[in-house]
């Protein structure tokens, strides 16, 4: 047929003629890339002719020839290994994005089979789903004990129904306590040179007096109080030995670096066992209510996790300017069993808790931020104390409310004189203008509470704002450029001398001369 034959022509032009051809062409082709007989017939009916300077150029044109195959091959090479690997990274890519998600379905049938199981154990504790078994053992454990009461007889211990289980055994424990008889006429220079011949001839620890001056009187100014250098020079032992002292042991929190919020300070209610999980910190905030004792809570390395995250609510809370405001949340409900100093689920915080916390300034900690700072006084230990010879020293009975009698009678008889605040004022324009920087109402508030309790723990008005200015102020330049404040430091100590005189503010002085030669 006519046809057929088109379809036969048509076909054996597109493949014979087209689609071999173009096979047969590069076979063809590589055949005579590679057809060495034919490069020597060449080379001899040529060479005959040649010259010294042919056969160079000779030479060189088939090298540069066998360079360009050579090369051509290592490229043909090197593009199909990198094919075959991204190739094999694909494929294992999509292996492993088929893995996950056959895991993923693995974790959904578990958690269905998980929900089951629970489903199960409600319906044989004859509860609704969402009841607590707790609760009603709860109710259970309350009628009994009106049962008792009603009988005359009053059992009480810390049953398994209470959900805050440290917390209830203190209300046991404390139920019949008698406050001990305290020193009230104690005064502030004796706390601090008792303080510091008990550290010394009880538990071998050597401090300087004015390390305990500035101990002590931080307590007026700031619940919080940052002990920090390098390590080993006696930051922990410092509070270690003020609870010894107060006989009535700090409590010590070692931070860790997962710390980030309050659950860390005080535990979580755990909804599936209806229970709340306290920690150590939560139990002694709660035995510190029914005491008028110190209680000291330590943040050992507290900026080995940021502490702006863990410690952020007792920040704020203890910034409240009334002690009423004092209060956190625990729990959203209220059960019948709740301790009882836990009120709608609410706990108000000690009055008598301070909170130290130490710090090492090395590579494996956070620096901490000035919201921490401007709300704590912070105290540097970064020389080993020198020994000396202190008598046999007994221990103190204190109550927080002496103290902090004490605290408040000194911002009368040594408030910080209007001379003297007056040059701080100046001070602060001096420094805004030139440093861009401000004091705020919280660090003079600070100062005007700290200075005093310095004083009347034996130390003088021009060293303790020495003190908080280089603590509190002059610390904050680490935050600035410090090349383009260069300058500006040497004028700043110049104003220093000339307002507060030469023999003055030395530990402003040595601070900004530190930052020089950090430049």
């Known amino acids: 047929m006519t046809v057929t034959k088109f379809i036969a022509e048509f076909l054996n032009q597109f493949f014979i003629k087209g689609v071999w051809g173009i096979f047969k062409g590069?076979?063809?082709?590589?055949?005579?890339?590679?057809?060495?007989?034919?490069?020597?017939?060449?080379?001899?009916?040529?060479?005959?002719?040649?010259?010294?300077?042919?056969?160079?150029?000779?030479?060189?044109?088939?090298?540069?020839?066998?360079?360009?195959?050579?090369?051509?091959?290592?490229?043909?090479?090197?593009?199909?290994?990198?094919?075959?690997?991204?190739?094999?990274?694909?494929?294992d890519q999509e292996e492993l994005l088929n893995e996950v998600g056959n895991l993923n379905r693995e974790i959904i049938k578990l958690s269905n089979e998980k929900e089951k199981i629970l489903a199960m154990k409600v319906s044989q504790l004859g509860l609704k789903p969402g009841e607590s078994a707790y609760a009603d053992i709860a109710e259970n454990a309350e009628a009994e004990e009106g049962e008792k009461k009603a009988d005359g007889e009053v059992d009480k211990t810390a049953d398994d129904y209470s959900r805050f289980y440290k917390c209830t055994q203190v209300d046991l424990e404390l139920e019949n306590y008698v406050a001990p008889e305290y020193d009230n006429e104690i005064t502030l220079p004796e706390i601090c040179d008792m303080f510091r011949n008990f550290a010394c001839s009880r538990l071998g620890l050597f401090y300087e007096i004015k390390v305990i001056r500035l101990f002590l009187s931080a307590f007026a100014s700031t619940r919080l109080i940052i002990l920090q250098g390098i390590s080993g020079t006696g930051k922990t032992s410092l509070a270690?030995?003020?609870?010894?002292?107060?006989?009535?042991?700090?409590?010590?929190?070692?931070?860790?670096?997962?710390?980030?919020?309050?659950?860390?300070?005080?535990?979580?209610?755990?909804?599936?066992?209806?229970?709340?999980?306290?920690?150590?910190?939560?139990?002694?905030?709660?035995?510190?209510?029914?005491?008028?004792?110190?209680?000291?809570?330590?943040?050992?390395?507290?900026?080995?996790?940021?502490?702006?995250?863990?410690?952020?609510?007792?920040?704020?809370?203890?910034?409240?300017?009334?002690?009423?405001?004092?209060?956190?949340?625990?729990?959203?409900?209220?059960?019948?069993?709740?301790?009882?100093?836990?009120?709608?689920?609410?706990?108000?915080?000690?009055?008598?808790?301070?909170?130290?916390?130490?710090?090492?300034?090395?590579?494996?900690?956070?620096?901490?931020?000035?919201?921490?700072?401007?709300?704590?006084?912070?105290?540097?230990?970064?020389?080993?104390?020198?020994?000396?010879?202190?008598?046999?020293?007994?221990?103190?009975?204190?109550?927080?409310?002496?103290l902090e009698a004490m605290f408040k009678d000194c911002q009368t008889k040594y408030k910080v004189s209007d001379e003297n605040l007056k040059k701080i004022e100046e001070l602060d324009d001096y420094v805004i203008e030139h440093f861009r920087l401000a004091f705020g109402n919280r660090i003079v508030k600070q100062l005007k509470e700290f200075v005093p309790a310095y004083v009347g723990c034996g130390g003088t008005e021009i060293d303790g704002i020495d003190f908080v200015l280089a603590k509190k102020v002059f610390r904050k330049f680490e935050s600035l450029n410090l090349s383009f404040i260069r300058d500006e430091i040497d004028g700043l100590v110049t104003y220093l001398n000339k307002h507060f005189g030469k023999a003055n503010m030395n530990e402003c002085k040595e601070y900004l001369q530190l930052l020089k030669r950090l430049m």
């Open 240 to 402: 270690y030995a003020w609870g010894k002292f107060l006989q009535n042991d700090v409590t010590i929190a070692s931070v860790q670096p997962s710390w980030r919020d309050r659950t860390e300070i005080f535990g979580y209610f755990n909804e599936f066992t209806k229970r709340f999980n306290e920690t150590e910190v939560l139990k002694k905030m709660y035995e510190a209510t029914f005491k008028e004792d110190i209680f000291i809570t330590v943040l050992d390395e507290m900026n080995i996790a940021r502490v702006e995250y863990y410690f952020a609510e007792l920040l704020s809370i203890l910034e409240m300017p009334s002690r009423d405001e004092w209060v956190v949340s625990l729990v959203p409900s209220v059960w019948p069993t709740d301790p009882k100093h836990v009120i709608d689920g609410k706990l108000k915080l000690p009055e008598n808790m301070w909170y130290i916390g130490t710090i090492n300034n090395d590579d494996s900690t956070f620096a901490v931020s000035d919201k921490v700072y401007d709300r704590a006084i912070p105290i540097d230990l970064n020389s080993k104390g020198k020994f000396f010879e202190a008598p046999y020293t007994e221990n103190l009975t204190l109550s927080y409310k002496h």
């Open 26 to 91: 590069i076979g063809l082709g590589i055949a005579n890339i590679f057809n060495i007989p034919e490069y020597v017939a060449i080379f001899k009916s040529w060479s005959g002719d040649f010259t010294a300077v042919d056969w160079i150029l000779a030479i060189l044109a088939v090298v540069a020839t066998v360079a360009v195959l050579v090369a051509a091959v290592i490229l043909a090479v090197v593009l199909i290994r990198k094919y075959i690997r991204v190739r094999k990274t694909l494929v």
